[in-house]
């Protein structure tokens, strides 16, 4: 089946220091995989996209992802986690009709 | 600019009981999609719709789920009966087309506590 799989549940990061949110993929062929986030009581919002072209893909709120084919992996991260980062992350595959299949989400947790 | 908005926020009824959501998309987005996230899951796509139309409703339980577009703006789900698994969030979304990769954006969702 063509899915994503979000490696952890909880991650827990002291306020400062590096995030990193994993997502595999499984696919023959390079697909095209977003990162939404998801804040208490908000809405979902997107942080970036990749779409087969630059493997680098840079987001909003200094977040970035790095599309890696070798070992099929689209991680999320940033270099300095802040407390508003505290929320629920989604890694997302797209499928033809702009359908989106979730991972099951990953819920980063920042200490102060 | 207004986002997806929907209502309302939160509803609590017995099982058995009918229950509405009501979505409205953003202005001149033409496809408008409606998810189920349980909790701890990442959300799941019930049914899409292009403009009034819904294209894809493969993933939604018939016997007891329907929703509509009327006139290819907002849109309602209804479920009747409620059943005790059927208490989520409800999400709503929307995007300018169905072209691929394009942004869906999302309301705030409906939290639905079935007793």
């Known amino acids: 089946a063509q899915s994503v799989t979000q490696l952890d549940s909880h991650v827990s990061v002291s306020e400062g220091t590096p995030v990193l949110l994993r997502c595999n993929y499984s696919?023959?062929?390079?697909?095209?995989l977003f990162w939404y986030v998801q804040h208490p009581n908000k809405g979902l919002q997107l942080l970036l996209k990749?779409?087969?072209?630059?493997?680098l893909v840079k987001g909003i709120n200094g977040f970035e992802a790095e599309f890696k084919k070798s070992e099929t992996s689209f991680h999320l991260t940033k270099p300095s986690a802040h407390m508003s980062d505290a929320a629920e992350y989604f890694c997302?595959?797209?499928?033809?009709?702009?359908?989106?299949?979730f991972g099951t989400g990953t819920s980063l947790t920042v200490i102060p | 600019e207004a986002g997806v908005v929907q209502s309302p926020r939160y509803k609590i009824i017995e099982k058995k009981q009918p229950v509405a959501f009501w979505c409205n998309p953003i202005?001149?987005?033409?496809?408008l999609y409606w998810y189920l996230q349980n909790l701890g899951q990442g959300p799941e796509l019930l049914i899409r719709?292009?403009?009034?139309?819904?294209?894809?409703d493969s993933q939604l339980p018939k016997d007891r789920f329907s929703a509509e577009r009327l006139k290819g703006v907002d849109s309602t789900l209804k479920i009747q009966p409620a059943e005790l698994g059927d208490s989520a969030v409800y999400l709503c979304?929307?995007?300018?087309?169905?072209?691929?990769?394009?942004?869906?954006?999302f309301g705030p969702g409906t939290r639905l506590t079935v007793l």
């Open positions: 979304a929307s995007s300018l087309d169905a072209s691929s990769y394009n942004e869906q954006f």
């Open positions: 997302v595959r797209i499928l033809t009709g702009n359908q989106f299949y």
């Open positions: 202005s001149g987005h033409n496809t």
């Open positions: 719709y292009e403009n009034e139309e819904a294209v894809d």
């Open positions: 990749y779409t087969s072209a630059a493997t």
């Open positions: 696919s023959s062929y390079s697909p095209s």
